[in-house]
């Protein structure tokens, strides 16, 4: 585990595959190809100093490509877009749209007519091929709306050592928002399920990076039975306005509890298998874990690689920010969410004297299930200096988070160690 979790919020990142990363810094290899993504030679490119970003690529990409969104989201790459929040941004109970977490893997489509859009379901074990209009799926089906969380498989990858490549998400590629829409299961039934359904898989409208159109970037699903649970929804609307452009726009898949890549965006085909769904990233190493756990760096072959199924049980304080200070005869509040995959969190407790005791929270029942959960306490410390406070959840079966980085993987998924805020006491 590296020193400090919390500073990572703020630690620069990892060069992306270009060598450039908004928040990170230029390779030297890339300063020398900065001409072609500023969109003019960079004069003096020599001698621009490495560990800067141009300003000119700063404000181009916040403009253009993170539309909708808050400026204080930590972008961690520009192409495809990527963009989590600190947790101190996600203190609501419910996820404003600006601070909801970004997880692209391709180009989103930029072509999006709402009165065109058609959702077509098809496959081997489905009856028939139905599509509908956006105005089908909204008068054809009973409305629902529930609160879901949605956490990327990767969320807290940055931890992992060795390091994991990929995104490297720090605690905040989470969020739970109100989403409303209509059951998959309504629509599955609506096109007939044979006998033979084993799984689901999505397609969205995104286009691959490579530009080309006949590859897709990602194309995951779930069984059946997740699919047909109640909370697992066809959704067109985020906290009662549409989907904001970058999380689906305008239709959307949503499961609570299993990695957010099952959540297909921009949706347009639903494939009914017979089989385990075999898109991209469905296969190989992708949201894959070591069916048995593994030594750190160890090499695992494909076929010794399980699919995620459940998110791990994981919290995270939201207030105060970490680096707090207070006076010594003040009592502190914190604050945060928990959540799990599957059942509801039953206990929350934090310690401030680094896990030696624990001490309940306040904790809410969820709105309903996938909801995560609200916990709160006040602390008083015994002496000035330096403090964190920590949090942990265990669930209805008794599981519980661990205080370290749990099992090593080779994609740096479910990392669900307990979050760790510093607090600094001063004499009053
Ligand atoms: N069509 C499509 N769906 C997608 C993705 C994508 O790149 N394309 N990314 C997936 C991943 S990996 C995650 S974590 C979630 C992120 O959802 P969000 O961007 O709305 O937070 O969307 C999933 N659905
Ligand atoms: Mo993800």
């Known amino acids: 585990m590296k020193q400090n979790r919390s500073k990572n919020i703020q630690r620069k990142r990892e060069p992306s595959s270009k060598g450039l990363s908004r928040r990170g810094f230029i390779s030297k290899g890339a300063v020398s190809t900065l001409g072609l993504v500023l969109g003019s030679e960079m004069v003096f490119a020599n001698n621009f100093p490495k560990g800067l970003i141009p300003v000119g690529l700063i404000e181009n990409d916040n403009a253009d490509d993170l539309i909708g969104k808050h400026k204080d989201l930590i972008i961690l790459n520009d192409r495809p877009v990527n963009a989590e929040a600190p947790p ?11 601070l909801f977490f970004v997880r692209n893997n391709g180009v989103p489509p930029s072509d999006i007519n709402v009165d065109t859009w058609t959702l077509t379901i098809e496959g081997e074990s489905a009856e028939t091929t139905k599509t509908y209009t956006l105005e089908d799926l909204k008068t054809k089906f009973k409305e629902h709306s529930y609160q879901i969380t949605l956490e990327c498989g990767g969320n807290g990858r940055s931890e992992y050592n060795p390091p994991a ?12 928002a109100t989403w409303t829409g209509i ?20 397609y969205g409208k995104d286009t691959h990076l ?16 997740k699919a047909m649970e109640d909370e697992s ?15 689906g726009y305008p239709l ?20 009914i298998r017979d089989k385990v769904h075999d898109g991209p990233k469905m296969i190989g190493q992708s949201y894959r874990v070591p069916c048995e756990t593994v030594a750190p760096g160890a090499k695992v072959a494909d076929e010794d690689m399980c699919i995620i199924e459940e998110m791990p049980i ?27 995959g599957s059942s509801a969190v039953s206990t929350t407790e934090y310690s401030i004297d680094f896990g030696a005791t624990w001490k309940k929270c306040t904790l809410t029942k969820p709105a309903n299930r996938h909801a995560w959960q609200h916990f709160s306490a006040k602390m008083k410390f015994p002496k000035v200096g330096y403090y964190e406070v920590w949090a942990r959840a265990t669930d209805e079966a008794g599981r519980s988070q661990p205080m370290i980085v749990p099992g ?4 740096g998924y479910l990392n669900n160690a307990c979050h760790r805020i510093a607090v600094r006491v001063t004499a009053s």
């Open 183 to 202: 059951r998959l299961r309504d629509v599955l039934e609506d096109v007939g399920v044979k006998d033979s359904a084993v799984y689901i898989g999505y």
């Open 210 to 225: 490579s530009g080309d159109a006949d590859k897709k970037t990602i194309s995951r699903g779930v069984p059946i039975s």
């Open 314 to 340: 994981k919290s995270l304080i939201t207030y105060p920010r970490t680096g707090a200070s207070i006076k010594l005869n003040q009592t502190l509040s914190i604050r945060g969410h928990a959540w799990c």
């Open 88 to 98: 101190h941004l996600l203190d609501d109970n419910i996820t404003p749209r600006d």
């Open 252 to 271: 959307r898949l949503v499961f609570g509890g299993w990695p957010a890549s099952c959540s297909g965006k921009w949706l347009e085909k639903i494939v």
């Open 233 to 247: 929804l066809i959704a067109w609307s985020m906290n009662g306005e549409d989907l904001p452009m970058h999380n």
């Open 165 to 176: 490549k990929g995104n490297q998400w720090s605690l905040g590629a989470v969020g739970c």
């Open 408 to 411: 090593w993987n080779p994609k």
